[in-house]
């Protein structure tokens, strides 16, 4: 404050109709504010978790099935930043060495533990305003949107492909199923990675080998 004050001092034309006194009293209370504002965003990044460990594969999906914030969608506020957070889960545990790909490599994150949340849901959440019950509620509301199907359809493959560091079967299940309920995006089978492998999502099965494939990708 005393480096601002001093600055204050060497304005010569704080504008027409302004003192000295009331330009420097002005500034000072302005840049006082702003410090302050500062001063509690800086804090409340610092109690934050650390941000989820998670492949552009999961956080691609998380974005397609709520661009906008999960709890605030739309929101009314001017752009703010958003990000992935990761919801509390009581019944946490850790995945059967069998069922992961490695373990040499950190197990892949639970896309239904996560959530898209805005700053100021993050805010709320911190204050208490927000609970995890409500925040599960929201998650999950995320997979009865129109089209949800087809995102996960699209993670399926990644996954399918090495996206993830490790595969969960308990994840990849569910997002069978919620492929299935819709058959559109269920049939028929289809080929990826030039025909290395042919995937039934209908049948939740795959087929490594050489098959026929007509697409370039």
């Given at each position: ?191 990826l990675n030039h025909g290395e492998l ?20």
């Amino acid at each position: 404050m005393a480096i601002v004050d001093w600055l204050t001092l060497q304005v010569r034309d704080w504008g027409a109709g302004i003192s000295q006194a009331t330009g420097i009293e002005k500034a000072l209370r302005r840049f006082e504010r702003l410090w302050y504002q500062a001063k509690r965003e800086e804090e409340a990044l610092a109690v934050q978790r650390e941000p989820p460990r998670m492949s552009d594969a999961t956080r691609r999906l998380l974005f397609a099935l709520s661009p906008e914030c999960s709890m605030s969608h739309p929101t009314r506020q001017l752009p703010q930043p958003h990000d992935i957070v990761v919801l509390e889960d009581p019944a946490a545990g850790r995945t059967p060495a069998f069922l992961r790909k490695t373990g040499l490599r950190p197990e892949a994150p639970n896309p239904w533990h996560l959530i898209h949340l805005c700053r100021s849901c993050r805010r709320r959440r911190e204050a208490g305003e927000l609970t995890e019950a409500e925040l599960r509620a929201a998650r999950f509301a995320l997979d009865r949107r129109p089209g949800a199907a087809r995102h996960y359809a699209a993670y399926h493959d990644q996954v399918l492909l090495g996206a993830e560091e490790a595969i969960d079967m308990n994840v990849l299940g569910r997002v069978q199923v919620i492929i299935m309920a819709d058959p559109e995006v269920a049939a028929p089978p289809y080929t990826l990675n030039h025909g290395e492998l042919v995937v039934d999502r209908f049948r939740g099965s795959l087929d490594w080998g050489d098959h026929p494939c007509e697409d370039e990708h």
